[in-house]
C-alpha cells in the first residue's frame, strides 16, 4: 500500500499547524481516505493516555479522533512536557524516561531519530495517508542542528510542506519571506505554498498582500483560513489561554451565567479537561493568575484547581500569589472548589516525596481542604478508567496520568467507582470529598467531555431559573467546513494525490 504525506510547519508557535493538521484529518477522512496524525516531538504538559496507558500529546488524540481513528503514541512518539526548573520530562513512545535538560536533546537526538523513524513506518504500514505536523518554526537556525520535528521529518518522507503563518498577530509576510530566507535549499525546496490564519477583516485589502507574496516567492497562497471563533478543538499550547483574540462564551437564552474560575499557575496541565465546559452556552470560565479583588466581579459558582506538572511548584505559587485564603473564603461563602489531579494533591494536608521525584522537598503541607494525603512514587499511573458517579448514578471515563498517589483518605468520602481500569475489570474508588463542604478532588481528567455527566453537573452549580446545559454539533466537521471553505484544496490535493 501507497502512503502519502503532507506537512504543516509555521511561521511560531500557536500560528494554528495543530488546527488545519486536525481539519485534514477529518476532511480526508470524509473523502473515504484512512489517514493518521504524526508530530514527531511535541512539547505540551496537555497529555492524553490511549487505551493501552502509553502518554501522547492531546493535540495528536484530537487529530485522530477527527480522522476517526483510534490514538496511538506512534502518532507521537516523543513528548516533552515542561517542568519549572528548565527540565522536561521524557516521554517516549508513551512512556517516561526520566528528565532532560534544556539542551539534553544533543545527547538522546540519534536514538529519538530512530523512534521517529520506525514510528513513521509503523503508521505507513497501516494507513493511506499520514498528515504531519511540525514544531514551532524550522527557521530556529540555534536549534537547527537538532532538529526533531519539522523539516527532518519532511525530508525522511519527502513530504510536501505547506507553511502556515499567523495574520492575528501582525507582520504575516515578514514571518513567510524571513522563514523562507533562513531554510537550506534542499529544505526550501519542499515548501509548496502558504496558508494564511486567523484573518478577520475586508479580504480586498489583504488580496494585494497575496499577490505580492506569489510573485515574491513563486509560490501559491493556498487560502485564507478566517479566525474561527466558535472553533471548540483542545488547544495544545497555554498561550492559547490568554490569547486577547478569544471568543466570549455563549449566553444562555435567559442571560444568566455558571461562573467557573480556573487557577491557572505556570505549570498547569490538561487544561484541555475544561474546553467541554467552555463551549456550553451560559458557562463562563475564566482563568485567574491572581485572586480577583471581592469588590470588582461576584464569586464564582465553582473554584477549580487543575491537573500541574509541578505540584510542589505550583503550590508554592498558589500561596505566594495570594490565593489560598481566596480559596478558604469562597469554600466558606458556598463556592464549589474542585482540584485535579496535582490540583487534588494541594487540597490535601501533605504531599510527601520521599525519593524526590517531584521537588527536592521530602513533604511539603497542602492546603488542608481535604482530609488526604498524597505520597510520590517514582512510577508514573497512566491509565484509561471507567466508572459510576454514585450520587447520579451516570457512567464516567477518564484517564489518570500522576505520579503521587493517595496515601491516606482519612475522613473523607469517595467520590467515584471504579469499574474498569486498562480495559479491565476493576472494583475500586476514586477522589475524596467532605459530606458538609463542597470541596472535593479527583484524579480523573477528561471527566467533563462525557456530555452526561457534564450537563449533570452544570445543570446542579445552574442559578435558579437559568438554562439547562446544551448541545453543540460536531466540532471536527465544523472545523472541516470552515477550512474547506477556506483554502482551495484542487491545488492542495495534487501535491500528494495526482488522481484525485
Same mark, same amino acid.
Given at each position: 500500500?501507497?502512503?502519502?504525506?503532507?506537512?504543516?510547519?509555521?511561521?511560531?508557535?500557536?500560528?494554528?499547524?495543530?488546527?488545519?493538521?486536525?481539519?485534514?484529518?477529518?476532511?480526508?477522512?470524509?473523502?473515504?481516505?484512512?489517514?493518521?496524525?504524526?508530530?514527531?516531538?511535541?512539547?505540551?504538559?496537555?497529555?492524553?493516555?490511549?487505551?493501552?496507558?502509553?502518554?501522547?500529546?492531546?493535540?495528536?488524540?484530537?487529530?485522530?479522533? =477527527?480522522?476517526?481513528?483510534?490514538?496511538?503514541?506512534?502518532?507521537?512518539?516523543?513528548?516533552?512536557?515542561?517542568?519549572?526548573?528548565?527540565?522536561?520530562?521524557?516521554?517516549?513512545?508513551?512512556?517516561?524516561?526520566?528528565?532532560?535538560? =534544556?539542551?539534553?536533546?544533543?545527547?538522546?537526538?540519534?536514538?529519538?531519530?530512530?523512534?521517529?523513524?520506525?514510528?513513521?513506518?509503523?503508521?505507513?504500514?497501516?494507513?493511506? !495517508?499520514?498528515?504531519?505536523?511540525?514544531?514551532?518554526?524550522? =527557521?530556529?537556525?540555534?536549534?537547527? &542542528?537538532?532538529?526533531? %520535528?519539522?523539516? %527532518?521529518?519532511?525530508?525522511?518522507?519527502?513530504? /510536501?510542506?505547506?507553511?502556515?503563518?499567523?495574520?492575528?498577530?501582525?507582520?504575516?509576510?515578514?514571518?513567510?519571506?524571513?522563514?523562507?530566507?533562513?531554510?537550506?535549499?534542499?529544505?526550501?525546496?519542499?515548501?509548496?505554498?502558504?496558508?494564511?490564519?486567523?484573518?478577520?477583516?475586508?479580504?480586498?485589502?489583504?488580496?494585494?498582500?497575496?499577490?505580492?507574496?506569489?510573485?515574491?516567492?513563486?509560490?501559491?497562497?493556498?487560502?485564507?483560513?478566517?479566525?474561527?471563533?466558535?472553533?471548540?478543538?483542545?488547544?495544545?499550547?497555554?498561550?492559547?489561554?490568554?490569547?486577547?483574540?478569544?471568543?466570549?462564551?455563549?449566553?444562555?437564552?435567559?442571560?444568566?451565567?455558571?461562573?467557573?474560575?480556573?487557577?491557572?499557575?505556570?505549570?498547569?496541565?490538561?487544561?484541555?479537561?475544561?474546553?467541554?465546559?467552555?463551549?456550553?452556552?451560559?458557562?463562563?470560565? @475564566?482563568?485567574?493568575?491572581?485572586?480577583?479583588?471581592?469588590?470588582?466581579?461576584?464569586?464564582?459558582?465553582?473554584?477549580?484547581?487543575?491537573?500541574?506538572?509541578?505540584?510542589?511548584?505550583?503550590?508554592?505559587?498558589?500561596?505566594?500569589?495570594?490565593?489560598?485564603?481566596?480559596?478558604?473564603?469562597?469554600?466558606?461563602?458556598?463556592?464549589?472548589?474542585?482540584?485535579?489531579?496535582?490540583? !487534588?494533591?494541594?487540597?490535601?494536608?501533605?504531599?510527601?516525596?520521599? %525519593?524526590?521525584?517531584?521537588?527536592?522537598?521530602?513533604?511539603?503541607?497542602?492546603?488542608?481542604?481535604?482530609?488526604?494525603?498524597?505520597?510520590?512514587?517514582?512510577?508514573?499511573?497512566?491509565?484509561?478508567?471507567?466508572?459510576?458517579?454514585?450520587?447520579?448514578?451516570?457512567?464516567?471515563?477518564?484517564?489518570?496520568?500522576?505520579?503521587?498517589?493517595?496515601? %491516606?483518605?482519612?475522613?473523607?468520602?469517595?467520590? !467515584?467507582?471504579?469499574?474498569?481500569?486498562?480495559? &479491565?475489570?476493576?472494583?475500586?474508588?476514586?477522589?475524596?470529598?467532605?459530606?458538609?463542604?463542597?470541596?472535593?478532588?479527583?484524579?480523573?481528567?477528561?471527566?467533563?467531555?462525557? /456530555?452526561? !455527566?457534564?450537563?449533570?453537573?452544570?445543570?446542579?452549580?445552574?442559578?435558579?431559573?437559568? @438554562?439547562?446545559?446544551?448541545?453543540?454539533?460536531?466540532?471536527?466537521?465544523?472545523?472541516?467546513? &470552515?477550512?474547506?471553505?477556506?483554502?482551495?484544496?484542487?491545488?492542495?490535493?495534487?501535491?500528494?494525490?495526482?488522481?484525485?
Amino acid at each position: 500500500m501507497q502512503t502519502d504525506f503532507l506537512m504543516f510547519q509555521g511561521t511560531g508557535s500557536h500560528v494554528g499547524k495543530s488546527v488545519l493538521a486536525t481539519a485534514l484529518c477529518r476532511i480526508l477522512r470524509r473523502r473515504g481516505i484512512r489517514a493518521a496524525p504524526f508530530k514527531a516531538m511535541n512539547m505540551s504538559n496537555n497529555a492524553w493516555v490511549t487505551r493501552a496507558g502509553g502518554e501522547m500529546a492531546y493535540a495528536q488524540a484530537a487529530q485522530a479522533w =477527527a480522522a476517526g481513528v483510534e490514538p496511538a503514541v506512534e502518532m507521537n512518539p516523543v513528548l516533552l512536557k515542561p517542568e519549572a526548573d528548565h527540565t522536561s520530562s521524557l516521554i517516549v513512545l508513551g512512556k517516561p524516561e526520566g528528565r532532560l535538560p =534544556a539542551m539534553g536533546i544533543r545527547e538522546v537526538r540519534e536514538r529519538l531519530i530512530q523512534v521517529m523513524e520506525e514510528s513513521l513506518n509503523r503508521l505507513a504500514g497501516e494507513f493511506e !495517508f499520514i498528515v504531519i505536523e511540525g514544531a514551532g518554526s524550522p =527557521a530556529e537556525v540555534n536549534l537547527a &542542528q537538532w532538529d526533531l %520535528a519539522n523539516m %527532518a521529518v519532511a525530508r525522511k518522507v519527502r513530504a /510536501p510542506v505547506i507553511l502556515v503563518g499567523d495574520i492575528e498577530r501582525g507582520g504575516v509576510f515578514a514571518q513567510i519571506v524571513g522563514t523562507l530566507a533562513l531554510l537550506n535549499p534542499e529544505d526550501l525546496g519542499l515548501v509548496r505554498g502558504f496558508v494564511i490564519n486567523k484573518f478577520r477583516g475586508e479580504r480586498s485589502l489583504l488580496d494585494p498582500g497575496l499577490t505580492w507574496l506569489e510573485q515574491r516567492t513563486g509560490l501559491p497562497v493556498f487560502g485564507v483560513v478566517p479566525f474561527l471563533h466558535d472553533l471548540r478543538i483542545p488547544q495544545e499550547d497555554a498561550v492559547a489561554l490568554s490569547d486577547p483574540a478569544a471568543p466570549l462564551p455563549k449566553p444562555s437564552a435567559n442571560g444568566s451565567w455558571i461562573r467557573i474560575q480556573v487557577v491557572r499557575y505556570p505549570q498547569i496541565a490538561n487544561f484541555t479537561d475544561f474546553k467541554p465546559l467552555e463551549e456550553e452556552p451560559g458557562v463562563q470560565v @475564566e482563568y485567574l493568575t491572581r485572586p480577583p479583588p471581592d469588590a470588582r466581579r461576584p464569586r464564582p459558582h465553582l473554584l477549580i484547581l487543575p491537573g500541574t506538572k509541578s505540584t510542589v511548584s505550583d503550590l508554592q505559587w498558589l500561596r505566594e500569589r495570594g490565593f489560598e485564603p481566596y480559596l478558604k473564603s469562597s469554600l466558606q461563602a458556598g463556592v464549589e472548589v474542585l482540584g485535579i489531579c496535582g490540583g !487534588f494533591q494541594m487540597l490535601g494536608e501533605w504531599i510527601r516525596d520521599p %525519593a524526590h521525584v517531584e521537588s527536592a522537598y521530602a513533604s511539603v503541607a497542602g492546603l488542608g481542604l481535604l482530609p488526604a494525603s498524597t505520597r510520590f512514587t517514582p512510577a508514573k499511573v497512566t491509565v484509561q478508567v471507567e466508572g459510576v458517579h454514585p450520587e447520579s448514578g451516570l457512567t464516567i471515563r477518564g484517564y489518570e496520568l500522576h505520579a503521587g498517589c493517595l496515601e %491516606a483518605n482519612h475522613k473523607g468520602e469517595p467520590v !467515584f467507582r471504579i469499574t474498569r481500569r486498562g480495559g &479491565q475489570a476493576a472494583d475500586g474508588w476514586d477522589g475524596c470529598r467532605l459530606a458538609d463542604l463542597p470541596v472535593w478532588g479527583t484524579y480523573l481528567h477528561g471527566l467533563f467531555d462525557e /456530555p452526561g !455527566f457534564r450537563r449533570w453537573f452544570l445543570n446542579r452549580l445552574l442559578p435558579r431559573g437559568g @438554562e439547562g446545559a446544551g448541545e453543540g454539533g460536531d466540532p471536527y466537521d465544523f472545523l472541516a467546513d &470552515q477550512v474547506e471553505k477556506a483554502l482551495n484544496l484542487s491545488e492542495i490535493l495534487p501535491l500528494w494525490k495526482p488522481s484525485v
